[in-house]
């Protein structure tokens, strides 16, 4: 069975993007992109809420030429060889190859997702992320935490759900991203 992965980028207060909506913070450096398009490599498929597809679908179009430096051009490679979900009750039709769109995260679709996929899946954008986790559909959460406090945002982590987690793995960048790997105990 395929596990399913929550992976964000977040302050080290726990926000993906601040007050304005902004996470330029949030671009990773070589070292841990690297690090990121080791973590994606094995993904079968992506689950994403429109916002985060709307960010991600840039690797759809980017050059994979000499232009862009290596770990950009993997991490296309590996975005562009994944199946995609998006789940958004106003697109009508995706923008990239391999993606569909579902309007409602069906907890027993994911289910069945999970149990005949495989390859682990990973769910990206807070509030979808939140809703899987308050679901108990999510296994594992990856967290990069960037040093930096923004004062509010979008919180990382879903609002009154309460859920255990233990720490599996845990690595600092020379940049002072801090990954931290848990599983969801039930």
């Known amino acids: 069975m395929a ?8 302050s080290l207060d726990g926000y993906v993007e601040d007050r304005q909506g902004k996470f330029d913070w949030a ?10 398009n080791d973590l994606e490599r094995p993904i079968g498929t992506y689950l994403y809420g429109r916002r985060m597809y709307e960010t991600m679908v840039y690797w759809e179009t980017v050059s994979t030429g000499a232009d862009q430096a290596p770990v950009s051009r993997s991490f296309a490679e590996i975005w562009r060889a994944a199946e995609k979900i998006v789940y958004s009750k106003t697109l009508s039709a995706p923008s990239s190859t391999r993606t569909r769109i579902e309007r409602d995260l069906d907890p ?9 996929s495989r ?18 559909l999510v296994d594992e959460c990856h967290l990069f935490l960037h040093p930096i ?4 945002g979008r919180p ?8 255990g987690l233990e720490l599996l ?9 801090v990954y931290l790997r848990y599983r969801v105990r039930i």
Request: no cysteine; hydrophobic share 45%.
């Open 3 to 10: 596990k399913l992965i929550y992976s964000a980028i977040a």
């Open 108 to 116: 027993a679709a994911v289910e069945a997702l999970k149990e005949t």
């Open 119 to 136: 390859s682990d899946i990973t769910i990206g954008g807070a509030t979808l992320a939140g809703q899987a986790i308050a679901a108990s």
């Open 27 to 36: 671009t990773p450096d070589e070292q841990v992109h690297a690090f990121i």
């Open 156 to 163: 990382a982590l879903p609002d009154n759900v309460r859920v």
């Open 149 to 152: 406090a923004v004062g509010g």
């Open 169 to 177: 793995d845990q690595r600092r960048f020379e940049s002072g991203v």
